[in-house]
């Protein structure tokens, strides 16, 4: 893809967006993206690239073209309702003895 053409050209791989857990039970984090042609080769794609040092316990590829997201233009209606739920906050709990990565 050229910089002053943002057109998909006929013989570019789908993007994919890579997720990666450093640590079992912490959550994934979007490490970056890829373009390969299925996601077998975009899974070896993003470990070759994304867990080079071995710290990487799983990785998740999602093709971008299947993630919805909010619009930024949007925040105020999409997020302000959220704000007068303050028991949503999580200083209103108390975490079990014991309990990690909570």
Not at 22 to 48: C, F, M, T, V
Not at 58 to 76: G, L
């Amino acid at each position: 893809m050229s910089p002053e053409n943002n057109t998909k050209t006929s013989t570019e791989f789908p993007l994919w967006e890579v997720f990666v857990q450093e640590e079992l039970g912490e959550p994934h984090i979007h490490a970056g993206s890829l373009h390969a042609p299925d996601s077998k080769l975009a899974l070896l794609n993003a470990r070759d690239v994304y867990s080079r040092r071995g710290a990487v316990k799983s990785i998740w590829v999602v093709p971008s073209e299947t993630i919805t997201a909010s619009c930024p233009e949007d925040v105020s209606a999409f997020f302000d309702p959220a704000n007068d739920k303050i028991f949503r906050y999580p200083q209103f709990y108390k975490s079990p003895n014991g309990v990690k990565n909570l």
